[in-house]
């Protein structure tokens, strides 16, 4: 289980670059306080969401509405993994196939991660797109990207310590600010006001 840091760290070096007990280089995804669920990868927690927090995500979303929306919907998952969550909900939106199926747009800094959940999207027959990005260091303007890929909703599930990254809430605050939709699981960014909620499944949703 990864080291995990203490919650006030003193100002280090930015010259110097540390290595975790791996020797690998460490990032902002490592200054966890603690992890909530599932178990500590090398680089950042895992962190399970299952079908029933998909199926509620999607309706909170307003993402299996009828009629169908005029315009294709695009989720993002930011910080997607191996892609099951993603998958599994564009499974659950396109069946039956609807006139306009719901693509997808998977992140993820894990360059292993994303090609399993290239392979996977494969198998499933999923219409998704992958992208290795660090939005710790958001170097090529992540935001850009997205809207690029014409996302109109985007998935959340980040601790509160990521929650609170400059770079993070930049993005996100910039995507609420163009249209799109943004649902959170189990952790809030205070910056953003709640538009609708799913106490039972631990969801909010921010539209503005």
């Known amino acids: 289980m990864t080291s995990l840091l203490p919650v006030e760290l003193a100002v280090k070096d930015p010259a110097i670059e540390e290595t975790d007990e791996w020797h690998m280089p460490t990032f902002a995804f490592h200054d966890l ?12 927690p895992y962190i399970e969401t299952g079908p029933g927090t998909m199926r509620a995500a999607a309706t909170l979303m307003h993402l299996n509405l009828t009629p169908a929306p005029a315009t294709q919907q695009v989720i993002c998952d930011l910080g ?7 998958i599994g909900l564009l499974s ?3 069946s039956p196939l609807p006139l306009l199926p ?12 994303i ?17 290795t990005y660090d939005f710790n260091l958001d170097e090529h303007d992540l935001f850009s990207q997205i809207e690029n890929r014409r996302v109109t909703h985007v ?21 609420w600010g163009s249209g799109v939709v943004i649902c959170c699981h189990k952790f809030q960014p ?6 609708r909620t799913d106490i039972l499944m631990d969801l909010v949703v921010y539209e503005r």
């Open 33 to 44: 306080d603690y992890i909530p669920s599932g178990y500590g990868g090398i680089l950042a």
């Open 80 to 86: 997607c993994g191996d892609g099951e969550f993603l």
């Open 92 to 94: 659950h939106l396109n």
């Open 102 to 113: 719901v693509s997808g747009f998977g992140i993820d800094y894990n360059a292993s991660l």
């Open 115 to 131: 090609a399993t959940a290239s392979l996977n999207a494969i198998t499933a027959g999923a219409t998704a797109h992958w992208l």
């Open 155 to 175: 998935f959340v599930y980040l601790v509160p310590k990521q929650l609170a990254l400059n770079t993070v809430r930049k993005l996100l605050e910039r995507l």
């Open 190 to 195: 205070e910056y953003l006001v709640a538009t």
